[in-house]
């Protein structure tokens, strides 16, 4: 067929249309590119048939292609969200360290707080013992003012041959104030139910008044008893050990220590 | 009009500009002949979507040297909308339509593309010999084979060739 020929033939618009069989359509399209003629044809066929079926629809929706444009991309998009957010693992990262410094700061402040618990506690022992210790060294600084004055004579008690070789006390005696402190560090400790009493004795007549015991009413001192009421005239102390609670007259079977008061 | 080969390599060669502008070239022909198949926008949008979407996808066994980009195109979009019309609930919401064919459609709805020589159109439509009508409805929007389309119509292959080229030319001299 000529150019011409195929042209008037109609075969053309069947071509267009897709209604010819492959052999046919294989034909058509060897003529349509070697023949400008054949071609340009062919192109006003296609265009007159877009023309029609193009007034034959309503107005498309823009979404159509959008949603063509989403189904042929989620493949890139995937791709793009794998790659690795470093600001967002830097960041978590950073709080996490921050949050583990806040409990190691914490628990360090617990500790610390407990240490100063017992510290506090230490210092509270400490100073009860320096409060003891000031007791102690005011009792020995009375004492030795005592030991240092003028208005007390010491008396030295021996011990009994018979009953306490071995024992002493003394007496620092303040005859103005008929005052006397009794040092019992020289006697043994008193038996179970047994108290030692302390006597002011005149010598002739011998007459025994008792001056009080050596019990925690009198104490004065580590080892030291201290009595008020002392006679006028005490010319010599002596100590017996009595029954709990003293004795009216002295024990003298019991005589531990015996001392006279110089004149 | 002549073929956007360089635009076609391109799309083939993955570029969705080139893409974006042969949908915008052929989508409203593509679209006139799914609408005239399934007469309803829901049912036909979604189909034209589909039709771009293989267009897409089958970009690369199209060959420029073998034949019409919009014969290939075409073919697409008729299968794709045919195959439409045979799901379940196409059938249930569409029965008694298949008598109607694209004059129908130009004649009978007020919603139609409002390109400015839409009119122009439909009055020529209306002019067309009712038989050019029905040789142009199954030869080029039902999309049926020469010998198809001759038995249907009751006369011979060369009549239809002749009667086929005629409206065409007619159709031809009033829109080009």
Redesign the interface.
Known sequence: MTPQELI??????????????DEE??NI?AAI?TNAEVKRE????????????????????N???A???A??RPVRNLQTNRSTNWPAITGWAAAIICLGGIFWMLNQNGDLKENILLTEEENTVLKEKINEASKTVLAHENVLEILRSKDFNTIVLPGNQAVAPQAFSKVLYNKTDAVAYIDVKGLPKAPEGKVYQVWSLVLDPLTPTSIGLIDVTSIAGEDLYKFNTIPAISQAFGITLEPAGGSESPTLSQLYTLGTVAP | MDQPNELILEMQNGDEKAFARIYSMYSEALYGIVYSILKESDIAEETLQDVFIKIWNNKSSYDIDKGRFFTWALNIARNTSIDRTRSKAFKNSRKNLSTTNFVDILSGSDSLNQSTNAIGIRKFVDALKPVCIKIIDLLYFKGFTQKDAAEQLEIPLGTLKTRNRNCIKQLQSNVL
């Not at chain 1, 008037?8 to 069989?21: D, M, Q, R, W």
């Not at chain 1, 192109?43 to 929706?61: C, F, R, V």
């Open positions: 008037t033939s109609g075969i053309l618009e069947l071509y267009v249309c897709g209604a010819l069989a359509h294989k399209t590119n062919v192109e006003n066929i296609e265009q007159s048939l877009m023309e029609l079926s193009k007034n034959t629809a309503p107005m498309i929706s979404n159509v292609w949603r063509v444009l189904t042929i």
